[in-house]
């Protein structure tokens, strides 16, 4: 008689990149303080002096919401690139299996665009951890725009890639694509990679100064986030009616939601290259259009929402996966629709509400408003902590009976 040590991760899936890429959401979260609470004249994104001068010349409401921010990206960012290390090196051995390769041959393959997603995303938050730890960064900003575009391009590569292998494969050999088994959202995760990388290509639009950095950064990110709604549209049309005759795969009950991060990052994509154009190449954006547009991407999310809950809640999804025995790693799609929400608002809330005139910054209804993206932010902090405690926490003892 044997006794193993085991934990769920143990079982590694690549959709274990999803607690990487759930952790840098949460990070960016907290950003989300910085760039609407603190003032930054000069540059769309506040910076490392921005924040000592916010620390210094105001009270203790601002030094306690500086504290959470600071300290909410460094930690959440660090258990990014943590969590991101641990994966790559997980998946390096996972291909050595016959899982990988039975993987390779099913409809899951698409799970292997965690990756792309998850790099996307760590670039992004790296980019934010020099914002706002590094002094001095931004008057050398205009030579990373190109490396970072570089970075997103190669990762647009690798995801283009893994997505080639997969339509060329279920396209090109016919009969190997299991519909019946796309009764989710999951075939939407390459949808989710590109826009990623997307948003990434998009940031330059809206902080470079450089007409030719920010026409490139358009470009680009036109290019690959047209792709990614293109994608999007038809693989949730192709799923919708295998739900519709099979029901929700109850693993995969939280794709239903992948909608909602999907806009979130398409939004932000679109609002960078509004405000390149508006910089670069006077192309002038009404902040009522603005509203709209956001307003407009809050309902689609809401009522994804509101379906992936029902949904959820039907099958006993909680009780099974987030209370119960079992241990499913998709559980990690839960953090990115209440971190994208919590995005969004603020987004909706700054850029629409307030530069609208609708309400005043800082005022009651500023922080009611408010409230319900730091609600949604807690829960998912919450949720990230207790995912972590069942899936990488103390093993449990396992016994493996073998003949003597």
Known sequence: MAHTQTRPADAYSPLYFLASLGAAGLAVTFFMYLMFWVPHPGQPVPVFEDIVLAWTSHGIVMKAALVVAVTGIAGFAALNIKSLIWNLAALAAYKRTENYRNLRQTNGETQLLALPLALAMTVNVSFILGLVFVPGL???VEYLFPLAMIAFVAIGALALRQIGHFLGRVLAEGGVFDVTA???????????ALAMVAVGLSAPAAMSTQPVIVGTSLVLSTLIGTVAALYAGVAAVTAFGSMLQHGTAKESGPTLMVVVPLLTVLG???????HGLHSSFDVHAANAETLM????????QFAFGLLGLVVLRRQGYAAAFLRGDGNSPGAYALVCPGVALSVMLHFWINKGLVASGLII????AYWAFTGFALAFQVAMVLLVLHLNRRHFGRASTSRNLSAA
């Open 182 to 192: 796309n009764n989710s959202f999951a075939q939407l995760l390459p949808a989710f």
């Open 361 to 364: 910054k800082f005022d009651l």
């Open 138 to 140: 931004w008057s050398v």
């Open 268 to 274: 932000i994509m679109l609002l960078r290259q509004n």
């Open 293 to 300: 547009l956001l307003t407009k991407i809050l309902a689609v």
